[in-house]
Structures are given as structure tokens and as C-alpha cells.
């Protein structure tokens, strides 16, 4: 069990939002917190501090006005810290290689795979030859309908009819190095995690899988340890003082 850091860039600005509520139209989101530091004070700030394998986010779709701004921050921060961290956002076969050779250690992909509510098997094939297995992270972020966890696409907006289990980690584990996943329904609200995905994901023995959600005090980290069993990479984002929120990153940085 490790902290892995993050850089949500939005709007070109740093940020740290209401996960659920990012909409693509007129690019607005619940924020908890707007950054006076670019990216890449946070990348450099990770890379003195050797954390590896955190992720940078691009939250504005390829189309949206402020997405050259957005992805000039992220640039930054892969200037700041080469093969430090991971990107994703908007990531394609056709594109994955730029953001590696600018410094992404790994690419993270959603909707490139899950698509029109299935796996794009085509799409996951041509992402793992692109980018290479062992530079893949699947985002698996998802959502709870009735008793399962469904994945959710498009600034996690869309159901996917694809639920989250063991046999489906095990399949698509053929294909990536490791799996980001949040819980959509907790992120950014710092009311404590979702404890019934941490105990799915703890039940699986794999890759190296990183959860974000909800973990709002120290409390909470140790509640996430204890239902985890330690088998689970964490990050988290409002809850930090480095992002308004009131746990010491100077202390988490240290797991």
C-alpha cells in the first residue's frame, strides 16, 4: 500500500473537483479547490519527494476551447518530472505515443476502450501494441447501480453495461501494467470512501491496482488499510493541504 499523487488539470488551471459533476457542455464542474501553482509545481514537488506512479488528469474533452490550456499544463508537468507519472485523458492508440515520448511513464485510458456502453476489443488491442502492455493503465472507474459496480465513461457520465469483478481484471489484466480506479460516486466528497468497491478490489490478486474516493481524514486512511488489507495503491486529492483540504501531505508522502 503506497500514496500515489495527483495532478487533475482543468480548464487549464489545477484543480480539484465534485468528480461526479464534470460536464462536457460549457465545461463546468463543482470545484473544491483552484490551484495558484501550475502543474508543474505539483510534478516537481512529487519528483523531490520521489513518488512515483502518480497520474495527471486532462478533464476537458479534445474539443473543448480550454483543451490546448489543459494539455500545455500537463505537458508542463511532464517536463517537471520525465517518467515520473502517468497521463490520461482523451488518450488513443493514435495519440498514446506523443504523451509518452513528452515523459508519461504509463498512458491511462477509459472511453478509447469502453465504448457505446462495451469493451472496443479493436480499440484495447491497438491501445496495448500502441502503447505497449507495460506502459497500459486501465481506468476502470466506476459507478454502483443495484448491488454491482458498473465502469462509467465520458468525465464518468456513462454507464457502460460492463461490471466490475475478478473474472473481468483477470481478462482485461492481458492487456495493461496496472488499473486506476475510482469511485465516482465518493470522489471529491471527502465523506469517507466506498467501502464496498474497496473490499471488491481487495478480494482480487493481480496487478497493481490504485483507488481514489472519498478518503477525507487520517481515520478514513486507516479504515481504507484495514478493509484494502494493504493490497491496494491510494491517492487522494481534496482531502490534501496541498489542495485546501486538511491531511498533511508532508505525512503522506511518506507511505
Known amino acids: 500500500m503506497k500514496f500515489r499523487p495527483c495532478i487533475d488539470i482543468h480548464n487549464g488551471a489545477v484543480k480539484q473537483i465534485v468528480g461526479g459533476s464534470l460536464k462536457d457542455k460549457n465545461d463546468t464542474a463543482q470545484t473544491n479547490?483552484?490551484?495558484?501553482?501550475?502543474?508543474?509545481y505539483y510534478a516537481d514537488m512529487y519528483k523531490k519527494d520521489g513518488l512515483r506512479?502518480?497520474?495527471?488528469?486532462?478533464?476537458?474533452?479534445?474539443?473543448?476551447?480550454?483543451y490546448a490550456d489543459t494539455k500545455a499544463q500537463a505537458f508542463k508537468a511532464l517536463r517537471a518530472y520525465p517518467s515520473g507519472m502517468q497521463l490520461g485523458g482523451g488518450i488513443t492508440a493514435e495519440n498514446a505515443e506523443e504523451y509518452l515520448e513528452a515523459g508519461a511513464s504509463h498512458v491511462i485510458v477509459t472511453s478509447y476502450v469502453f465504448?457505446?456502453?462495451?469493451?472496443?476489443?479493436?480499440?484495447?488491442?491497438?491501445?496495448?501494441?500502441?502503447?505497449?502492455r507495460d506502459k497500459t493503465v486501465l481506468d476502470l472507474s466506476c459507478r454502483r447501480r443495484g448491488n454491482d459496480y458498473y465502469i462509467v465513461t465520458e468525465r464518468w457520465q456513462t454507464f457502460t453495461n460492463v461490471s466490475l469483478?475478478?473474472?473481468?481484471?483477470?481478462?482485461?489484466?492481458?492487456?495493461?501494467?496496472?488499473f486506476l480506479i475510482h469511485g465516482v460516486d465518493v470522489e471529491g466528497k471527502g465523506a469517507g470512501m466506498d467501502e464496498g468497491l474497496v473490499r471488491l478490489l481487495a478480494t482480487w490478486d493481480g496487478l497493481p491496482i490504485t483507488y481514489a474516493g472519498g478518503i477525507g481524514t487520517v481515520q478514513d486512511l486507516d479504515r481504507f488499510a484495514e478493509l484494502s488489507q494493504k493490497k491496494l495503491?491510494?491517492?487522494?486529492?481534496?482531502?490534501?493541504?496541498?489542495?485546501?483540504?486538511?491531511?498533511?501531505?508532508?505525512d503522506i508522502r511518506k507511505l
Open 115 to 132: 465504448r457505446d456502453g462495451e469493451i472496443k476489443w479493436d480499440n484495447l488491442k491497438a491501445l496495448a501494441q500502441a502503447a505497449g
Open 165 to 178: 469483478s475478478s473474472a473481468l481484471l483477470d481478462t482485461l489484466a492481458e492487456y495493461c501494467a496496472e
Open 53 to 66: 506512479g502518480g497520474h495527471i488528469i486532462l478533464l476537458n474533452p479534445a474539443t473543448s476551447p480550454y
Open 233 to 250: 495503491d491510494f491517492t487522494i486529492g481534496s482531502a490534501l493541504d496541498l489542495f485546501g483540504g486538511s491531511i498533511p501531505y508532508a
Open 33 to 40: 479547490f483552484t490551484s495558484v501553482y501550475g502543474a508543474d
